[in-house]
């Protein structure tokens, strides 16, 4: 079982910049991506970000590009989601998971809130 805890969400201002942390309980056993997902009031979750276990490859959506980073500390177990330039449409539940594609499973955290103000 692994077990994922979000943090860093908060309120910020449009342009503004936070940093999300993800901290697995460790032992993961390879390979496995770590990704950010979103769900905006009144819509689907939708992906952000996603990293390898190595922290090699990376993806981001279209719609953070540019203004968004993913990264990892593979000695704290921790997976960063550095966000600049925010917008207000950036307002949501931000989730991490965790997903072994090998081993067929799945795992989520509670969600962080993000609040963008115009």
């Known amino acids: 079982q692994v077990r994922l805890a979000e943090s860093g969400g908060g309120l910020v201002q449009a342009g503004g910049s936070l940093r999300l942390s993800c901290v697995d309980s460790?032992?993961?056993?390879?390979?496995?991506?770590t990704g950010w997902f979103r769900r905006a009031p009144g819509k689907e979750r939708e992906f952000v970000a996603a990293?390898?276990?190595?922290?090699?490859?990376?993806d981001y959506a279209n719609s953070v590009r540019g203004r968004f980073t993913i990264s990892r500390d593979t000695a704290k177990n921790t997976v960063y989601l550095q966000m600049a330039s925010l917008e207000p449409e950036d307002t949501a539940v931000y989730y991490c998971?965790?997903?072994?594609?090998?081993?067929?499973?799945?795992?989520w955290g509670q969600g962080t809130q993000v609040t963008v103000s115009s």
């Open positions: 990293i390898n276990w190595s922290g090699t490859d990376t």
């Open positions: 460790g032992r993961v056993v390879r390979p496995y991506t």
């Open positions: 998971n965790l997903e072994r594609v090998v081993y067929r499973d799945s795992y």
